[in-house]
């Protein structure tokens, strides 16, 4: 269960508005009364969502429409919501009627609009339509209904699209790193998710698909590829009829991509044949975000889980004898109907003990349409704040310790902003997924050596703090000296 509803940043640069040809014009002579007009993009929410957005940009620029991150030069807004969780549905609306009060027209689309439906148009009135997580790929069509003066419902009772690689995109992220979405939807009834509401069934991509769409980010220069879904251990399940997370990882690594991350890796999925891939394939990134949620089999068991007894504890010691060098981040919920205070003892003893590198925790958050909706013993909103702050403080002191081990260490590092006052550079080495985990701050090094956004360095870790770390680029012979200390410490 991650969360971020965060306004994304779409830089208007990206896309350009481009003029239409009427039928009768001579070729290249642009008809400037006939361009279609330019439409801002407001995102929120998960990086799943962040895909959706990309492929309408794509779809509105590649029919000629001007795209802008600046609300203030489009009549017309696009709108992805995000409705997992309360805090969510919030921020959404807030925007939508922050938008309504600057005087324009809106398209809702994403997770709230699949989540209300009607009841968005109903509510307002400068809502031109509403296009559901599984029709985005029609917002070309609905924007030109919208521009005849109809007011548009796109959305699917139940959504079954899911995009492949030849569907427009035009990404908001960094050139070095992109999202590939490998699957879409939940098989899962989790006790306390929506998602199976608001994207329905799982449904995967085929592995040539998924291929090729990394081929074709690789050509646009990423580095950094991370593969998403709702439960990606699963994926291919319903395709395949099993599991295919193994072979699509070794599909991968004929791909010229330094790093291939994985989020989302449920640990009934990570089977040995999946961990084997994690270890022999050189650029798929020993990163495993499990979102275990609980510890205690009691608190499992009624948040319906698809594992309650004995398998966290266990699987963490197979990662760690298969994958010694694995970077685990973890989220939990705390205050989960029914969870007594020994609960959460087990939970926090559970953290202390098993030592992740990153860590988040939520406060329950009881959604209308779920089981965990009507579930008696709710734990106070006070008491479960209470029990959050002492699991983070509990992993504060851990995460520093993670992170000081790292310290002394050359390891490459992505950078992806500069500062041009004082030189610094803000990256990130494997250790840290983009916007959830850590940073490292990078000095220039030895004889002024640098290195500018986009580009993967060399790094001497040289400080360490409890979420990011500090450094300072080094050349090949830095690189050299290491080896030969790591060599002479083996033998």
Known sequence: MRQAAVRAGIDSSLVGSAPSLAPDSPAGAPVEASRPPTVAFAHLGCEKNRVDTEHMLGL???AGYGVSADESEASVVVVNTCS????????????LVELAEQGKELIIA?????????????????ARAIVGTGDYQHIVEVLRRVEAGERVNRVSATPTFVADEHLPRYRTTSEAVAYL???????????????????GDQRSRTIESIVAEAQQLAAQGVKELILISQITTNYGLDLYGRPQLAELLRALGEVEIPWIRVHYAYPTGLTPPVLAAYR???????????PLQHSHPDVLRAMNRPWQANVNGDLLDRIRELLPEAVLRTTFIVGFPGETEEHFEHLLHFVTLQRFDHVGVFTFSPEEGTAAADLPDAVPAAVAQERRNRLMEAQQ???????????????????EQENPATGELIGRCARFAPDVDGDVRVKPGEGGL?????QMVPVRITAAHPYDLEGEVVGSAAMVLQARASRGSSD
């Open 450 to 454: 640098t290195a500018s956004p986009g």
């Open 280 to 290: 022999e394939v050189a650029n798929v990134l020993p990163y495993l975000d499990l």
């Open 110 to 126: 994403g997770c709230l609009a699949q989540h209300f439906q009607e009841e968005l148009l109903d509510a307002l009135p400068e």
């Open 60 to 62: 509105l620029a590649e």
């Open 181 to 199: 979405k490998v699957a879409e939807g939940c098989d899962y009834r989790c006790a306390f998710c929506i998602i199976p509401k608001l994207r």
């Open 84 to 95: 997992f969780i309360q805090d969510a549905r919030e921020e959404s609306v807030r925007t």
């Open 397 to 415: 002191p851990i995460a520093a310790e993670r992170n000081g081990a790292w310290v002394g260490r050359i390891v490459d590092v992505l950078i």
